[in-house]
């Protein structure tokens, strides 16, 4: 059974039935990510004065990570039009570097969120808070039975507000320091991770759906660059359809990202 | 993938032809280098201008640097959707689509705005 428009346009639609299927999908999408930047909103306006986060994020790897996204977004549509014009070896060359930039994104966000696995707030039993990347915990470190020690590259503040802003001058200007501390004096020690603080919660929410978003377009657009395009010798209009399909689908990632940038790494 | 070096040589008359039509759209794939080129220019400029405005000093609160950067990422994603999507050229179907898609998500936002300045009897404010 040969299944309908998928390379001559419908009468009644003017377009071929994938690329309607993909633009009702991304309008779903549009409003999946709405919600999730809605709950960013009210959590944002919703806390505690001077309690928001700022400069937590590297600025640089986001950076990198968008030329990245926009790079493989260019050479989607590059692959795409090679496709048009019937060069199969640049349809390859272009479809291949978008792979290798998708994974090299993949690659950084994982940096970035082991970077925040790692990084850790200690609140002491004088009252104090210890703010750092754990370097070493002792082989007998317990915090339940208050033994051992843990090590940490940071530094320790008397406010907690006082970590909560990054870009503050005094943040700027403090040592970072080696603190060996022992689990005695640790009343309650955290993670960066999702249950941190509701920012790290919708940061790693957004970001994670995002990169699960990138995972699966990097699977689709693998798999027709590698055992899918053999499609391209018997039916290339078509192959070049799926191309432009799992192009839009990528553009949107992108789109996505051009949004999730600034509110989370630059405000 | 040896046997794909060839792109399908009998299938079509076209194989090596410089430019193609897609839809409405002819492509021409020189001309989509220099359109590539220019949005990746244009990406570059407006994220440097996101960081710059982050980090720049305008006024003491948060407000009026989160309005200039999401209106330097709004630019950004015109140019992605309208070039790189070909949404500046596309059929009106997919423009009823995505009306019904601004709608609903502007009205989405809306609520959200509305929801931050109003709380239920008994909120606990900091």
């Known amino acids: 059974m040969d299944?309908?428009?998928?390379?001559?346009?419908?009468?009644?639609?003017?377009?071929?039935?994938?690329?309607?299927g993909i633009w009702l999908f991304l309008a779903s999408e549009v409003m999946l990510f709405g919600g999730l930047f809605s709950a960013y909103v009210l959590l944002r306006v919703g806390a505690e004065p001077g309690m928001w986060p700022h400069g937590w994020l590297d600025v640089r790897l986001g950076t990198i990570n968008t030329l990245l996204l926009a790079l493989s977004a260019i050479t989607t549509l590059l692959a795409w039009a090679a496709c048009k014009v019937r060069e199969f070896g640049k349809f390859k060359f272009f479809h291949a570097c978008t792979i290798l930039?998708?994974?090299?994104?993949?690659?950084?966000?994982?940096?970035?969120?082991?970077?925040?696995?790692?990084?850790?707030?200690?609140?002491?039993?004088?009252g104090t808070f210890a703010d750092g990347h754990l370097l070493e915990k002792s082989a007998d470190f317990d915090l339940a039975k208050k033994t051992g020690t843990v090590t940490i590259h940071g530094r320790i503040v008397d406010d907690r507000r006082k970590l909560m802003d990054l870009r503050s001058p005094e943040a700027q200007s403090?040592?970072?320091?080696?603190?060996?501390?022992?689990?005695?004096?640790?009343?309650?020690m955290e993670n960066y991770g999702p249950k941190h603080n509701t920012f790290t919660a919708i940061y790693f929410t957004l970001t994670g759906l995002h990169a699960l978003h990138i995972l699966g377009g990097t699977l689709v657009i693998t798999y027709l660059w590698g055992p899918g395009s053999r499609m391209w010798r018997r039916d290339p209009e078509r192959f070049t359809n799926r191309i432009e399909v799992s192009g839009l689908f990528w553009h949107f990632v992108d789109l996505v990202w051009i949004f999730l940038f600034p509110v989370l790494y630059l405000t | 993938m040896s046997d794909l070096k060839d792109p399908a040589p009998n299938v079509h008359p076209a194989t090596h032809a410089p430019a193609s039509v897609a839809g409405d759209h002819v492509v021409n794939l020189n001309s989509y280098f220099r359109l590539c080129a220019v949005v990746f220019l244009v990406v570059l400029c407006t994220t440097s201008a996101m960081i710059a405005t982050s980090f720049s000093h305008l006024g003491e609160g948060w407000t009026l640097?989160?309005?200039l950067i999401l209106a330097i990422a709004v630019v950004n994603a015109f140019l992605v959707a309208g070039y790189l999507m070909h949404l500046l050229s596309e059929k009106k179907l997919i423009y009823t689509v995505l009306a019904f898609t601004v709608v609903f998500f502007i009205g989405l936002m809306g609520l959200t705005v509305w929801a931050t300045n109003g709380f239920p009897p008994g909120t606990v404010s900091h």
Do not use: M, Q
């Open chain 1, 3 to 20: 299944i309908p428009y998928t390379i001559e346009n419908r009468p009644d639609t003017g377009i071929y039935n994938a690329k309607l």
């Open chain 1, 101 to 126: 930039l998708a994974l090299t994104f993949l690659g950084i966000k994982s940096y970035e969120y082991h970077d925040k696995w790692i990084h850790y707030e200690i609140a002491l039993a004088n």
């Open chain 1, 174 to 188: 403090a040592r970072l320091e080696e603190h060996t501390i022992p689990a005695g004096d640790i009343k309650k």
């Open chain 2, 65 to 67: 640097k989160v309005a």
